[in-house]
């Protein structure tokens, strides 16, 4: 099934801080809300095991019935949990990391071939699909596009079978970066903060029966499609090159502590291994990237230094993911960059 969270009706009123879980038809085009099983997604994920059935055969009727519910808008939407418990993003591609390390002169350790790399983000406020990007260009503000989890209650221990059986929806996540502010926040030796501002998510998750046969081994087998400004960017596979899939990710934040239902865990940015910047670029018939730092390394290797500046004023992002036949499966993200006042 797919469900999205409404944070504001098609006047304009708002729908509360935790919005109004609705049920979305397969082709996007129509909503329902379900407030006699769950008025909200945390309400729903809180008790999964008990409400799960009867959302699915709600789901089942509302999909037989071509006149059933309103008009699905996605500027309607907020994020699928408009503030969440816990905000989680791992970097499980590889390529990914090494680039971005490479760009601000760090060695990639050994131990990331084992040892999952995931920081713990800020949940309290998260952005819907079409919410502006806001900040200063001098920050250096990049797109993240990714695949994000979202699960029931895992116990401390948890074993990755035991993650994948607790992975209840997935959706997309543009996990904007601040890549000049990150270097001099990491020397401090003390994580993330001012650097990853809030994240925006797809308006739509789906429960991964909703991705046979693409989803498979806790990863999702489709590509990640990335525009910017209209032109396309990128569209790696987001099964391929993923070093670690979501189970162990989740195993790995598990290993001392619990985690609550409606916990989010982001891929990390998508990235295939690619051979040089001219044969990889979408210009050139490669995959691309899904975001501006790996293309800045591509070109810093082979030119010198990067060409490609990183958003400014009014640029504008597009992340989707389509099933086979070119049907949206999430949704898309679509923002744009308002710079806020140089000082």
Known sequence: MKLATLIKDANGNSLGRDGQLVMVSRDLTRAQPVPEIAPTLQAALDSWQRLEPALQRRFAEFEQDPAAGEAFDPECC??????????????????????????????????????????????????????????????GIDFEAEVVVITTDLDQGATPNQCESAIA????????????????????????????????????????????????????????????????????????????????????????????????????????????????????????????????????????????PFLGDGDRVRIEMTDQNGQSLFGAIEQRVIATAQS
């Open 78 to 139: 907020g994020a699928p949990l408009p503030r969440a418990y816990h905000w989680a993003d791992g970097s499980a591609y590889l390529n990914h990391v090494a680039l971005v390390r490479k760009a601000r002169g760090a060695e990639m350790p050994p131990s990331f071939e084992q040892d999952p790399l995931i920081y713990q983000g800020g949940s309290d406020i998260l952005l819907g699909p079409t919410a502006p990007i806001i900040g200063d260009p001098r920050w």
């Open 169 to 308: 929806l997935l959706t997309l996540v543009n996990d904007v970066s601040l890549r000049n502010l990150i270097p001099n926040e990491l020397a401090k030796g003390f994580g993330f903060y001012q650097s990853k501002p809030a994240s925006a998510f797809a308006p739509v998750v789906l429960t991964p029966d909703e991705l046979a046969p693409h989803w498979q081994d806790a990863k999702l087998n489709l590509p990640l499609r990335v525009w910017l400004n209209d032109q396309p960017f990128g569209y790696p596979d987001a099964g391929v090159d993923m070093n670690f899939n979501f189970a162990q990710l989740l195993a790995h934040c598990c290993k001392t502590r619990a985690l609550g239902a409606g916990t989010l865990l982001g891929s990390g940015t998508v990235s295939n291994k690619q051979q040089g910047l001219w044969g990889s670029s979408v210009a050139n018939g490669g995959v691309g990237y899904c975001c501006l730092a790996e293309l800045r390394m591509y070109e810093t290797i082979e030119q010198g230094q990067p060409s490609t």
